[in-house]
């Protein structure tokens, strides 16, 4: 599987960005998507999730601002992050795994990464 992340960029604190993954090389409708980021300095750390059901999870720094969906059709995930904050800046990455089993929250419970997305947001 292959992961092409996009949309990243600068913006000022209480804009929008909407990040998108591409996925290539096997069938995407049966897998587990996510989105991490890591601040210099910082763990990598799960934003949210999307299960093959549908089902998501969002960390609770991001809820109520950041929504994840899936487009099967176009084998591509999205993150539309409202409301950005400072605390927001870091490198976005997509991820994906074909197991179902576990939190999926986790970096480790992933197989395929993309390459990374920088998001700055400017107070």
């Known amino acids: 599987v292959q992961l092409q992340a996009s949309g990243g960029g600068l913006v000022e604190a209480g804009g929008s960005l909407r990040l998108s993954c591409a996925a290539s090389g096997r069938t995407f409708s049966s897998s587990a998507m996510a989105w991490f980021r890591q601040a210099p300095g910082k763990e990598r750390e799960i934003v949210a999730g999307i299960r093959w059901s549908g089902i998501t999870t969002y960390a609770d720094s991001v809820k109520g601002r950041f929504t994840i969906s899936r487009d099967n059709a176009k084998n591509t995930v999205y993150l539309q992050m409202n409301s950005l904050k400072p605390e927001d800046t870091a490198v976005y990455y997509c991820?994906?795994?074909?197991?179902?089993?576990?939190?999926?929250?986790?970096?480790?419970?992933?197989?395929?990464w993309g390459q990374g997305t920088q998001v700055t947001v400017s107070s």
């Open positions: 991820a994906a795994t074909f197991s179902g089993i576990g939190q999926l929250i986790y970096p480790y419970e992933y197989g395929y």
